[in-house]
């Protein structure tokens, strides 16, 4: 069964643009993490958060986390062609196991 | 690069045949987990090895089962494949002192006919 719902189920955007995707999950969490997934090959990780953390950035990535509200989202900041793939949360219970939404596909035209 | 390997690439096997997918994990990575993902689908939890002993399952039938070696390859077996087998799998492994996450191998697209 899936923990986490990604929205949107897909993006298309231009070159230039951001790109905000958003996850939600059902159960407490020790740290949620997003994957891209290029073509329907192998995951690439891109982030983690702890569940004690609110905010982290990773060069043109931001990802927040409110566990109040089980909600994560994750916005691509002058996103590229390069950037089109699908994107993945997934929640760690910390039982070192993934748990993954059906994910976001994002398409940014140049 | 991940330095996670999988074989093969794709695979087409018959209902009822049995399969057995290899990884490679990084040197140092003594937990590997395997994933299956149906096509529009997220990975799912299949099982996860640790120093060679099965440490956590997910929701599959015993016909799919592992083995994990010391030089850090693991297998993934499937027995008496169904036409509802056919997915991508996938291999993730990671280092016990660093949770920076997971490293996911290429994946083996299994198609069963």
């Known amino acids: 069964s899936q923990q986490g719902e990604e929205d949107p189920q897909a993006l298309s955007i231009q070159e230039g643009e951001n790109a905000t995707m958003n996850c939600s999950y059902k159960?407490?969490?020790?740290?949620l993490q997003w994957y891209r997934q290029n073509s329907g090959r192998g995951l690439v990780h891109l982030i983690l958060?702890?569940?004690?953390?609110r905010e982290k950035h990773s060069g043109r990535l931001r990802v927040t986390l409110d566990t109040s509200k089980k909600s994560s989202s994750l916005l691509i900041t002058a996103s590229r062609a390069a950037d089109t793939a699908s994107y993945f949360c997934a929640t760690d219970r910390g039982y070192s196991t993934l748990t993954f939404g059906k994910g976001t596909m994002l398409l940014v035209s140049p | 690069e991940t330095g996670v390997t999988q074989s093969p690439t794709h695979l087409i096997k018959t209902r009822g045949q049995q399969v057995t997918l290899r990884c490679s994990s990084q040197s140092g990575h003594n937990t590997v987990s395997w994933y299956q993902q149906a096509l529009g689908q997220g990975p799912q939890f299949i099982f996860q090895y640790y120093r060679e002993e099965e440490n956590g399952r997910g929701n599959f039938p015993p016909r799919f089962s592992g083995l994990q070696f010391p030089n850090y390859s693991s297998e993934l077996n499937v027995n008496a494949l169904e036409l509802d087998d056919s997915a991508l799998y996938l291999c993730?492994?990671?280092?016990?002192?660093?949770?920076?996450?997971?490293?996911f191998g290429s994946g083996t697209r299994l198609t069963v006919v």
């Open positions: 993730a492994s990671s280092h016990p002192d660093v949770h920076y996450g997971y490293t």
């Open positions: 958060i702890r569940s004690n953390e």
């Open positions: 159960t407490s969490i020790n740290n």
